[in-house]
């Protein structure tokens, strides 16, 4: 009889088992589900998108003619004993304002990129500003000058024009609204005067604000320098949502934080030029500020929400009937969050626009009809007022952690403010008082005290006590330094 050995193996499986495989099969794959469409999304390459949009992006050169004046004199140590000498002499009334001067040329790079097929063309106003010359250098190796169409310092875009027999490449403007932080992006341009350079990175931030009024800048961590400026940031579609402007950076090289303003600013801007060869931004003539949770806690409101008038000047808004210390809580039919969005919001409504502008004023909101005026036109000028009679000087006296006088003539002159100045003086700060940390300084005026004009400490006394009886923890108070107005909440704990 012949033995068969036995084969030994694995065991077949249960159907439990095949069950519980099938089950961490399909949870693994879910898991993984997420990783595999983020690998997806992220492009294997740049290249596509760099050759279609390379062509509309040009090098700008531009050329300054300066005077230099000849210096014939000789050179000499510092501290050397002919020093003062010969300083004298050739640098004196009889040699300084004879000497000759000769031009000087200096040139200056930057980027920009092309809006239509007959030839105009973004930058930085920073790139051509002074410029007597600028010669545009294309992808192509085609060179042509151009001339100045328009500028905006403001946000530091300019408009230029080239002429060509032929249409030339071009690229539209991408929505900077709908761009997201991470969402990919591309900065072509000139750097350092290397020529066309492409980076890619990321949107890291958006709504960043710099210096100015009306910024909106797009932070990204692709590699930004100078040169670049000027220059287009682009979308994964090849529209550009972004002018390169900036770096912040203690080497003056890219760190991977550059700033690029936003074409939702940079479209408005650019259609003003074209239109009018400057811009016409609305204008609503008051000074404002953003309000603090005390300051909205010590006139009534639920939020800090708005942009508080501090000042109304000669204009659109004065003939409307709005006062200091009102609101502004919705412009032209939107929430106001801040004095930033108002701003913005004014500039872009449009010259001569009649619009709606809801104030909160004593407790209530209050509409006003506002007919927006230019920007470029108006200036801020103080209100001139026939001056009141007023009583004089009363000796300082503390309250609210402050040394205050009421305006005199005697004061006035001391001080040198006008003869229509009223208020009350701060000479002195208590170092650990709430005013101090609000940084209110001597020399300070407070005028305004909860909205109601204050002449005397009698006055703000009153005003303090209405606020303790109506259940609240500050008074509001408004005060001027060097003719800026400014509100603070004071504590009355």
């Known amino acids: 009889m012949t033995s068969h050995a036995a084969i030994s193996g694995p065991s077949r499986p249960g159907m439990a088992q095949v069950l519980r495989v099938l089950a961490l099969a399909l949870i693994f794959g879910l898991a993984l589900a997420p990783l595999a469409q983020a690998q997806t999304d992220r492009p294997e390459s740049f290249a596509d998108l760099a050759e279609r949009v390379s062509p509309a992006v040009v090098n700008i050169t531009t050329t300054t003619t300066v005077a230099e004046r000849l210096d014939g004199g000789p050179r000499l140590p510092d501290g050397s004993p002919f020093e003062d000498f010969f300083r004298d002499f050739f640098e004196g009334p009889q040699g300084r304002n004879n000497r000759p001067e000769r031009p000087r040329r200096n040139q200056a790079l930057g ?57 030339l490449p071009h690229v539209p403007w991408g929505d900077a609204e709908a761009a997201r932080v991470g969402d990919w992006v591309i900065a072509v341009g000139n750097p350092l005067g290397q020529g066309f350079s492409v980076s890619a990175g990321i949107i890291s931030a958006r709504g960043r604000a710099l210096q100015g009024n009306f910024d909106d800048y797009i932070q990204t961590d692709a590699a930004i320098n100078r040169g670049n400026s000027g220059g287009p940031l682009f979308n994964m579609d090849g529209e550009v949502i972004g002018v390169n402007t900036a770096i912040l950076s203690p080497t003056g090289g890219s760190i991977g934080i550059g700033f690029a303003m936003s074409s939702s600013v940079a479209t408005n801007v650019v259609d003003q030029l074209l239109e009018f060869g400057s811009t016409r931004r609305g204008w609503l003539g008051v000074r404002i500020q953003d309000l603090t949770e005390e300051m909205a806690e010590a006139i009534g409101l639920s939020s800090p929400d708005g942009a508080m008038v501090t000042d109304v000047m000669d204009g659109p808004s004065e003939d409307a009937g709005m006062l200091a210390g009102d609101v502004i809580v919705r412009f032209d039919g939107g929430p106001v969050r801040d004095t930033r969005m108002l701003v913005r919001r004014v500039s872009d409504a449009g010259v001569g626009r009649d619009v709606d502008v809801v104030v909160y004023r004593n407790g209530e909101e209050v509409t006003l009809r506002v007919t927006l005026g230019q920007r470029e036109l108006f200036e801020a000028a103080a209100r001139s007022d026939a001056p009141a009679p007023m009583a004089e000087p009363e000796d300082a006296s503390a309250l609210l952690g402050m040394m205050l006088q009421p305006l005199g003539d005697a004061l006035r002159a001391e001080l040198d403010l006008p003869a229509t100045a009223t208020g009350l003086i701060v000479r002195e700060v208590e170092p650990d008082s709430d005013a101090a940390q609000k940084g209110i300084l001597p020399g300070d005026l407070i005028t305004e005290a909860n909205q109601q004009p204050v002449a005397s400490l009698a006055d703000l006394e009153a005003r303090a006590e209405e606020a303790r009886d109506a259940g609240r923890r500050s008074v509001l108070v408004l005060l001027r330094r060097d003719g800026d107005p400014r509100f603070v909440a004071l504590s009355l704990e």
Do not use: W
């Open 111 to 167: 980027s920009g990129f092309v809006i239509s097929d007959d030839g105009y063309i973004v930058t930085n106003n920073h790139v051509i500003e002074g410029a007597d010359e600028i010669r545009i250098e294309f992808f192509s190796g085609l060179e042509l000058d151009a001339e100045l169409v328009g500028t905006d310092p403001a946000t530091d875009i300019a408009l230029l024009k080239v002429s060509h027999d032929a249409p």
